[in-house]
């Protein structure tokens, strides 16, 4: 699976964005996906994930309420509609594919590399 993000940028607190991830490979619908971030100087969090049908939705209680994950199957893609942004969820993005679970992320297998969110205050 490979795995392109797009989508980031530059918002003022309280702005929205929506990144997508482009997907390639027959196991796509199959995985589980999830996005994570990296701020600088910090490790890598998970932030959201998605089950296979879409029907399954996980988040970090930093970000719940305020953002969304989904998933299009037919076009190879998720989404991860941001609102309400906080100066402090400004980091790199990143879309990642579980190949061995369907359900709930677990291992993120392949990763995409990376889109910047900034959020200004």
């Known amino acids: 699976v490979q795995l392109v993000e797009s989508g980031g940028g530059l918002v003022q607190a309280g702005g929205s964005l929506r990144l997508s991830c482009a997907a390639s490979?027959?196991?796509?619908?199959?995985?589980?996906m999830g996005w994570f971030r990296q701020a600088p100087g910090k490790e890598r969090e998970f932030v959201a994930g998605?089950?296979?049908?879409?029907?399954?939705?996980y988040y970090r209680d930093s970000v719940k309420g305020r953002f969304t994950m989904s998933r299009d199957n037919a076009k190879n893609t998720v989404y991860l509609q941001m609102n309400s942004l906080k100066p402090e969820d400004t980091a790199v993005y990143y879309c990642?594919?579980?190949?061995?679970?369907?359900?709930?992320?677990?291992?993120?297998?392949?990763w995409g590399q990376g889109t910047q969110v900034t959020v200004t205050s």
């Open positions: 490979g027959r196991t796509f619908s199959s995985s589980a």
């Open positions: 990642a594919a579980d190949g061995r679970n369907s359900i709930v992320f677990v291992t993120p297998d392949y």
């Open positions: 998605v089950s296979w049908s879409g029907d399954k939705t």
